[in-house]
């Protein structure tokens, strides 16, 4: 701490997003996950990154991957505020969290990718929670997530709407 401001706070308001380059300082990411994002839209694969941008992604049994998240580049972000954080600093939860995973047997449905995301934020009790999950976390991405540009929306969207539009017109056909 500086004069009463700490390091994640002096960070970010420096850190730049640069989509470019695959950087998003202090952000939740998310991607489409095939097949599983293509029938249902709103499931995909989360990560948390570092106030360096650096993305960090629970990918697979006691594996936590660095800067190369398991299904691609992110389509969406969610810009946090360090400002907001009660506990520790950012990077060192997520540290922490990546850590922990790193010892841990992913699961689909309950130990996975945005329970590493969780984890991170309860560490850091941001926004003076500890309550985070990944119920929360994918609808909150849903609503505050911003697309990084207009080809990580068709790459979201566009696979489920081929799908719809397939099937209501072999409903209409065959019907």
Known sequence: MLDGVSSNEMGFEQAKI????????????????????????????????????????????????????????????????PKLLRESEWDDAVHQASEDYKHQMHNLCCNNCHSHVATALNLMKYNGSTSWNMFKLAFLILIYGKYVNFWAVLKTWLPFLIIVAITVTLLVVFH
Not at 38 to 47: E, K, S, T
């Open 18 to 81: 640069d989509a470019n380059r695959q950087r998003f300082p202090y952000c939740v990411v998310w991607t489409p996950i095939p097949l599983l994002t293509w029938l249902f839209p709103v499931i995909g694969h989360m990560g948390i990154a570092t106030s360096a941008g650096v993305i960090r992604d629970f990918a697979g049994p006691y594996y936590v991957s660095e800067d190369d998240m398991a299904f691609g580049s992110p389509t969406k972000y969610w810009r946090m505020n």
